[in-house]
């Protein structure tokens, strides 16, 4: 009976557990970004950090998803809550918009490798596939 209960919980658990999901961080090899901390990551992805000398910076997200949550709750520290919050005010009072949200892996990864200044998250398991970015971590 011990280990049905254990068996249980491990299954109810699992769905928990797959939310949070592992990420990697792209940059464009050629772009101001290579080198990027979580500190910066975090400044460009709430609006703080626009540019880099003098190449744009694009930041993507996926689309909503334990992927984007994941990524939200480990570099910017914050839920998606939090966040949409924070850009409803900066929308308002600097008038600038938020990271576009992007729902195909292989569009981000195309604009990442095309963009100097553009900076993505993709699953990690994609993260092996990469020739034409830069992975940095978080």
């Known amino acids: ?22 990420f990697v961080i792209i940059v464009n090899k050629h772009g101001p970004l290579v080198n990027a901390d979580v500190s910066t990551i ?14 744009r910076l694009v930041p993507v997200h996926m689309v909503e998803g334990s992927l984007k949550e994941s990524f939200l709750k480990k570099v910017v520290d914050m839920d998606p809550k939090e966040y949409k919050l924070h850009w409803v005010k900066k929308v308002f009072q ?13 569009d981000i990864i195309a604009l990442v490798s095309r963009e100097k200044g553009a900076i993505a998250y993709i699953p990690e398991r994609y993260g ?11």
């Open 1 to 22: 009976m011990k280990y049905l209960v254990v068996a249980l919980m491990i299954l109810l658990l699992q769905p928990a557990l797959a939310n949070a999901e592992e």
């Open 42 to 55: 975090r400044d460009i992805y709430l609006g703080e950090k626009r540019f880099a000398g003098n190449v």
């Open 94 to 106: 600097e008038g600038i918009t938020p990271p576009p949200s992007i729902a195909s892996i292989t």
């Open 128 to 138: 092996k596939y990469l020739v034409d970015v830069a992975i940095i971590e978080p």
